[in-house]
């Protein structure tokens, strides 16, 4: 049966866990082995870890740092950052990693997408479009580059793009949103959602359960990630790794449920 998912996404930089509010304004929050940890005794969804600093440094992929990563992980793990050849996604999958994020790789060369996906499966290969309001406007522009580089590209134009060279997955993250725990952009996601087959998860501006309610609510079969969320407990954001329960995760999927029946 297809459930929406709720996925936690933890952002690494120097190998340490961090935090991020409008991908600026970095905070440490810890080991990510510990992180994974305790995320598999909680038997979350699915995973996504992110190397905020290997494209905006020009670096590949951490092979070493997935590699432990990946044997650690007990739920599905999608890894990005650096990734811009076949052979680096190829070899980040053989680690026993179930989907590679791409996002200026993707934004330079759809046909990437295309290439992995023959190679690994369009299941494995994943979308990752940060985008951000464009100021006294309506319209969206897609960032990269760790949200220094505006690329001035419609999400919306370049969403179903990349899903006709292959791309399986596609996840909208908010610029805009990214840390505040203020709900999602669900403007950005209707849009997205409109124009798109492929499955879709979100990132960005979820503050409790009610907001991924919200979300799965209107979108039914989505997948909702959040950072702060499930790092974060409290006014004083103290680091505590946590997830929803069992019972506030089933209430949500019954809500699905009942949105598409």
Known sequence: MLRPRIIPCLL?????????????????????????????????????????????????PDLKMIERLAAECRMPFCYGGGVKTVEQAQAIISLGVEKVALSSALVEDPTLASRIAEKLGRQSVVAVLDVKKKRFSSRYEVWTHNATKNTHLNPVELAPLLQQHGVGEIVINSIDHDGVMKGYDLGIVEQIRNVTTVPMSVLGGAGSVA????????????????????????????????YPTLADREALVRAAHLRSA
């Open 12 to 60: 690494v930089r120097d190998k340490g866990l961090v935090k991020t509010v409008k991908f600026s304004s970095d905070k440490y929050v810890g080991d990510p082995i510990n992180a994974v940890r305790i995320f598999n005794e909680k038997e979350v969804d699915e995973l996504i870890v992110v190397d905020i600093d290997a494209t905006t440094k020009g670096l590949g």
């Open 211 to 242: 907001d991924i309610g919200e979300l799965i609510k209107q979108f039914g079969i989505i997948g909702a990630g959040a950072g702060s969320l499930f790092v974060f407990k409290g006014a004083y954001k103290a680091v505590l790794i946590n």
